[in-house]
């Protein structure tokens, strides 16, 4: 099984700050086949990436991701009021597919 | 508008059974395949569950096979979970979620989630 840890637990930032979010496998994980979610509370988690670079359809292009192997970034350009959420990745290139605990991004 | 809406979960007594249903609206619901997650309390999310489009591929994780049921009504644009002989580490928010077409395993489209609580 692929652990994900992510990092940092929590970010603080202010809007129009750049927020960087670290994934990493604890194997290479296959054919990049890993995503990122957003999710706010009381809310459903929203795809944002998919296959480490492709935007989810509506995802505004202020959200990136890179990486390859074992480590995987999602960042944020700019950061807007809205974005302050917890974020997620997961992994699907091999069974089991698993989730990595989360980044909390809150404002400083 | 595209959503899903879970119901069904609620307390349970350890051995016990419940249904959760997901209700599905604004997208052809019988051409995506659809899972079942959850989250139990200060963990991560853990998928439990796939049915394809027409119900002839169904997977469960371990940690549920033999207790959990998938199953799916396309002309009620419903989808359930039935749970039997729960524990308590099956306490979690359950949440239905929608993959593609053809089956990637990320998920485009998630409902909020049902607290399902196995205690005595």
């Known amino acids: 099984e692929i652990v994900l840890t992510q990092s940092p637990g929590t970010l603080s930032l202010s809007p129009g700050d750049r927020a960087t979010l670290s994934c990493r496998a604890s194997q290479s994980v296959s054919s990049n086949y890993l995503g990122w979610y957003q999710r706010k509370p009381g809310q459903a988690p929203r795809l944002l990436i998919y296959d480490v670079f492709s935007r989810a359809t509506g995802i505004p292009d202020r959200f990136s991701g890179s990486g390859s192997g074992t480590d995987f970034t999602l960042t944020i350009s700019r950061l807007e009021p809205e974005d302050f959420a917890v974020y997620f990745c997961q992994h699907y290139g091999s069974s089991p597919l698993t989730f990595g605990g989360g980044t909390q991004v809150e404002f400083k | 508008e595209v959503q899903l809406v879970e119901s069904g979960g609620g307390l349970v007594q350890p051995g016990g059974s419940l249904r959760l249903s997901c209700a599905a609206s604004g997208f052809t619901f019988s051409t995506y395949s659809m899972n079942w997650l959850r989250q139990a309390p200060g963990k991560g999310l853990e998928w439990i569950s796939y049915i394809s489009g027409r119900s002839d591929t169904i997977y469960y994780a371990d940690s549920v096979k033999g207790r959990f049921t998938i199953s799916r009504d396309n002309a009620k644009n419903s989808l359930y979970l039935q749970l039997s002989s729960l524990r308590a580490e099956d306490t979690a928010v359950y949440h239905c979620?929608?993959?593609?077409?053809?089956?990637?395993?990320?998920?485009?489209?998630w409902g909020r989630g049902t607290l399902v609580t196995v205690s005595s």
């Open positions: 979620a929608r993959d593609q077409v053809s089956p990637r395993w990320f998920f485009d489209l």
